[in-house]
């Protein structure tokens, strides 16, 4: 298992470029199962999770061929009986089963796991199906789902949370085939939503309010195929800026979308963040002395959970008490006790971290535990003196594109340390 070695105290300078957005890709990717035509898309990152998608859109019978960034599925034949141990590797391989009951009128796909950020269940998706009157069971670890056809509906999609973004999805695509029209309510606003449905109304789908809490899809008979390119990966981009600051760096960070970014950039500024917004993205430089933030993370707009680890790295730095409450998974705090290797000072109470800040930060051998754990890792590692060691950086690997690479490039000291 790769590490990260880092020597820390090195203010990232110079430019980044951001990469297509892992969360918009998954959900798209699994949209091409829609039609028989070929799909292209454009702008796709190099991450495990993507191959971990190809190779089960592979199991399923498509032709998936990905060159320099470019996509290409054709998914001619098909068949609706997924690989078990394949789809339950990767929670976001969720989002093949609307596509499939859509297309074949039946399919039969592995409960993906719980993980470690928390239980995850799957039980909005499901009802979400439900109500376009399929059958669903369990049984032996599969979820088994059969319609005949589907009909529009009015779905609820709102949870114990607030929305759910894949369970959205998920019902977005069943509902493009689906026979008349079907309303999503309390449907998940984030931007990879609006970025599937602009990939689906480019297939031919009749969809209006993505982005709203109100999708209206009226379906129609077949798709056909469409060339579409990704939306940049707001997370990927929310990490550079916050790895900026806490390098009291100056960074440009090419791709980056304020629009998708507002909370994030909010609560850097608060933080000790300098913005600007350029023609080309965002330029994140830092203010001399770092102040506590109070953070609740929400479904968009709201603070992401997917941020909530790396902004509780600077809150490490920042001379002052930070209040971190995490709303949306019950067990994202993982990075906490490994962050404390380093120095800081967090204690959690129910929800919500106490990061007291401004403990002298110094390198040492963490763990990282999911994927954006170990981005708050690096950052504190970046930050800290002398030397971290980062081991199991596959995680990272699950949703950042060669990211030890492009921080080199801004001058960190970093590398990637091999393991058979
Ligand atoms: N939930 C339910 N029932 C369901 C579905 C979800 O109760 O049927 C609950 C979840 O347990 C959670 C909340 O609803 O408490 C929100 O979960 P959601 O369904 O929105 O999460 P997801 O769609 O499975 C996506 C991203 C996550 C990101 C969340 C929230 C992908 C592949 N994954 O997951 O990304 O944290 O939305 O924004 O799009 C990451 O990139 O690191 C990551 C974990």
Known sequence: MDSFLIEGGVPLRG???????????????AATLLTAERCVIRRVPALTDVG????ILRSLGAEV???????????????????????RKMRGSICILGPL??????????????????????DLHLKGLRGLGAEVDTEGGYIRVHAAKLTGQMVFMGGRTGPTVLGTANILMAATLAEGVTVIESAA???????????????????????????????VPALHGA????????????????????????VMIHGARHDHLVAVLDKLREAGGEIVYCASGIKVSARADFKPVDITTMPYSGF??????????LACLANGTSIITERIFESRFMHASELMRLGADISIEGASAIV????????APVMASDLRASAALVIAGLAASGKTQVNRVYHLDRGYERMELKLQKLGARIQRVEEE
């Not at 297309?103 to 470690?116: F, I, K, M, Q």
């Not at 916050?242 to 009291?248: D, E």
Request: one cysteine or more.
């Open 15 to 29: 430019e980044v470029i951001i990469s297509g957005s892992k969360n918009a890709v998954l959900p798209i990717m």
């Open 52 to 55: 971990y998608m190809s190779k």
């Open 65 to 87: 061929i990905l060159e320099d960034g470019t996509l290409t599925v054709r998914a001619a034949q098909l068949s609706g009986f997924g690989d078990y141990d394949l789809i």
């Open 101 to 122: 009951l859509a297309r074949l009128h039946e399919a039969r796909v592995s409960l993906p796991g719980g993980c470690v950020i928390g239980t995850r269940p799957i």
């Open 189 to 219: 606003c984030e931007p990879e939503i609006i970025d599937l449905a602009h990939f689906l109304i480019a297939m031919g789908a009749k969809i209006v309010g993505a982005g709203s809490p109100t999708i209206t899809v009226t379906g």
């Open 227 to 250: 060339d579409h390119e990704v939306i940049t990966d707001r997370i990927e981009a929310g990490t550079f800026a916050a790895a900026a600051v806490a390098t009291r760096g100056e």
């Open 304 to 313: 992401p959970t997917d941020m909530q680890a790396q902004m509780m790295a």
């Open 356 to 363: 007291k800040g401004g403990r002298p930060m110094s390198g």
